[in-house]
């Protein structure tokens, strides 16, 4: 993940004008951290099966933290959650203005495509990869999970919607970030069951997120918390300790799918994963 860091920094989006911040606006969430989680699951897919592709894939990764981060931004606007922190900094709103983050996160978002379109893979590999991206980022995807957030704010849903909003807003680009790692090597046997397993970690990290939001203060979450009083979080439905268990209970479902993988995917994606699995219980 170093050699991925330092990818990620040599090919930051840049564009030359007179405008006074417009390009440091493009660059200051993505170097500002980030727990990089799906680059890194993507890189232990292709680690498994053929590390050769791995510089190749550095692009793939750049093109679905680009996209992920132009989600964020525009997740933190006040017409949305109205957050003043992100990745332990002011957000993009509060350090310019609304339209330079709204601008950043739009240029974000074509600028993954033309990241991932540059990728040293086949034309092939690359359209596969490409509506990968797309389909789990855009309409039928995140944009469709944060749509029902936005709009059912402050009105209680069952949980099964509030589990249909959150594998969309979350769960699907980190389903789509495994299923990728497959396409650029050649598994796509593997693609289904990596995505169907990545829809529950995308699960799994949401309600850990939900709970770290009322057990972390903003310093150590690094972005705004308490924030979800109004939001169909998995805590407010839930209550904290049924939160819990559930997340428990994900956790373990998620180490017994882990089982099923051959020792390479394992030995792989296991330290990505031991990270998180248990998180909410630091």
């Known amino acids: 993940m170093e050699q991925f860091e330092s990818f990620l920094v040599a090919h930051l989006p840049t564009a030359t004008s007179f405008h006074p911040h417009y390009e440091l606006s493009l660059q200051r969430m993505l170097i500002g951290g980030g727990k990089r989680f799906r680059p890194a699951l993507l890189l232990s897919v292709v680690q498994a099966y053929n590390p050769l592709l791995t510089q190749s894939a550095y692009h793939v990764a750049l093109a679905i933290e680009l996209l992920h981060t132009y989600s964020l931004i525009h997740d933190d606007l006040p017409a949305m959650d109205n957050a003043d922190l992100r990745r332990g900094i002011p957000t993009l709103h509060k350090t310019y203005d609304e339209?330079?983050?709204?601008?950043?996160?739009?240029?974000?978002?074509?600028?993954?495509?033309?990241?991932?379109?540059?990728?040293?893979?086949?034309?092939?590999?690359?359209?596969k990869l490409v509506r990968s991206l797309s389909h789990n980022g855009g309409v039928n995807g995140m944009v469709l999970g944060q749509a029902i957030d936005c709009h059912f704010?402050?009105?209680?849903?069952?949980?099964?919607?509030?589990?249909?909003?959150?594998?969309?807003?979350?769960?699907?680009?980190?389903?789509?970030?495994?299923q990728m790692g497959a396409f650029i090597v050649g598994r796509d046997d593997l693609a289904q069951k990596l995505y169907d397993f990545g829809i529950d970690l995308g699960l799994l990290f949401q309600i850990q997120d939900d709970i770290l939001d009322v057990t972390q203060d903003e310093i150590k979450a690094g972005k705004t918390t308490n924030n979800d009083e109004a939001k169909n979080s998995f805590v407010t439905l839930l209550g904290f300790e049924s939160a819990m268990n559930e997340a428990n209970h994900l956790a373990d479902k998620i180490?017994?799918?882990m089982k099923s993988f051959d020792e390479n995917l394992r030995r792989e994606l296991s330290p990505t994963l031991e990270h998180y699995i248990n998180r909410h219980k630091d």
């Open 255 to 257: 180490m017994k799918r």
């Open 99 to 127: 339209v330079s983050a709204i601008l950043a996160g739009d240029a974000l978002n074509t600028y993954a495509f033309e990241v991932l379109s540059d990728a040293p893979l086949s034309d092939k590999v690359i359209v």
């Open 153 to 178: 704010e402050n009105q209680r849903l069952e949980l099964d919607q509030v589990k249909m909003l959150h594998i969309h807003k979350t769960g699907k680009l980190i389903a789509a970030s495994l």
